[in-house]
């Protein structure tokens, strides 16, 4: 079984910088893509940033520029450096991540971190 796990959210004035992690945890995962969503209330979820194994990355039009992911390849973890927040970016954190599990494809999500942006 495959666990996602985030950290790392909370409160912050508008302009500041949060760093968000996700560990992925469980026997013989693979993993593939790591990335990052959020759903704000009353909005459907979205892609804020991805990270493919080989260390490609891709941004939302809103965060790029502001946002960075990256990933530890050893520890099986995915960060997301979040710099000159906005009230905007207000909403719920979730990792997100695919791979193999033997010889099984899956895509797990975490409980998700809550980011509060103040103006």
């Known amino acids: 079984q495959v666990q996602l796990v985030e950290s790392g959210g909370g409160l912050v004035q508008a302009g500041g910088s949060l760093r968000l992690s996700c560990a992925a945890s469980?026997?013989?995962?693979?993993?593939?893509?790591m990335g990052w969503y959020r759903q704000a209330p009353g909005k459907q979820r979205e892609l804020v940033a991805v990270i493919t194994s080989g260390g490609t990355t891709n941004y939302a039009d809103s965060v790029r520029g502001r946002f960075t992911i990256s990933r530890d390849n050893t520890k099986n973890m995915a960060f997301l450096q979040m710099n000159s927040l906005k009230p905007e970016d207000t909403a719920d954190y979730y990792c997100n991540a695919n791979g193999f599990v033997g010889l099984k494809w899956g895509d797990y999500w975490g409980q998700g971190t809550q980011v509060t942006v103040s103006s």
């Open positions: 469980g026997s013989s995962f693979s993993m593939r893509a």
